[in-house]
Nanobody, 122 residues
């Protein structure tokens, strides 16, 4: 069974940093594009970032470009999101998710973690 477990959320000040992790199991991690998606309080889901199955390509939402970095450790089956220069608008539950098709991107996300809460507050 596919399992994705996020961690690393918490409270940060504006301008601060956090690193999120997502440990994957139950599938061949290095065969799948992976994604971070977030949901701010009272808002809908917002795609944040994507990474190629080997880490060769990354994509970012305009709202986080230049501040966030997505990475993966295929040997350890772990996805990361380094968040710098945090803003209050980054407050959200952050989810990691897997593409529905191996070795392919943007086919829909079929497996999600439970999420980790990031709060950016003065």
């Amino acid at each position: 069974q596919v399992q994705l477990v996020e961690s690393g959320g918490g409270l940060a000040q504006p301008g601060g940093s956090l690193r999120l992790s997502c440990v994957a199991s139950g599938f061949t991690f290095n065969n799948y594009w992976m994604y971070w998606v977030r949901q701010a309080p009272g808002k809908g889901l917002e795609w944040v970032s994507s990474i190629h199955y080997l880490g060769a390509v990354t994509h970012y939402a305009e709202s986080v470009k230049g501040r966030f970095t997505i990475a993966r450790d295929n040997a350890g089956s772990t996805l990361f999101l380094q968040m710098n220069s945090l803003k209050s608008e980054d407050t959200a539950i952050y989810y990691c998710a897997r593409d529905s098709r191996a070795s392919s991107a943007y086919n829909g996300l079929d497996s999600w973690g439970k999420g980790t809460l990031v709060t950016v507050s003065t």
